[in-house]
Nanobody, 123 residues
């Protein structure tokens, strides 16, 4: 029903910057929260940040506040995650997700997922 495509992953040294992008298509609504999750090697998936495109309300995990910014992009159902001052702990596969209901702050039962993009922080 909703398809997601992430891009922008790669290798970056500690302290550097990276921008991840996500575009949604299909039966999508701007009032449905979009979010980034990440899964470090050997660990469980964790929430990173969310945005409601309709009014650009945002919500962040404490671990990324002040370093990451989630924002609406130019596409109708597009958003991105600007990652600044990255740390080795940020290494993970990052997934774009959509919550197919009205909920804010968003609950964690997201319905649609992208395939993921690898982010590696290394010297």
């Amino acid at each position: 029903q909703v398809q997601l495509a992430e891009s922008g992953g790669g290798l970056v040294p500690p302290g550097g910057s990276l921008r991840l992008s996500c575009a949604a298509s299909g039966r999508m609504y701007r009032s449905w929260p979009m979010a980034w999750f990440r899964q470090p090697p050997g660990k469980e998936r964790e929430f990173v940040a969310a945005i409601r495109l309709a009014d650009t309300r945002t919500y962040y995990a404490n671990s990324v506040k002040g370093r990451f910014t989630i924002a609406r992009d130019n596409g109708e159902f597009s958003m991105y995650l600007q990652m600044n001052n990255v740390e080795p702990e940020d290494t993970a596969v990052y997934y774009c997700a959509v919550l197919g209901k009205l909920a804010w702050p968003p609950t964690r039962d997201f319905d649609y997922w992208g395939q993921g993009t690898q982010v590696t922080i290394s010297s």
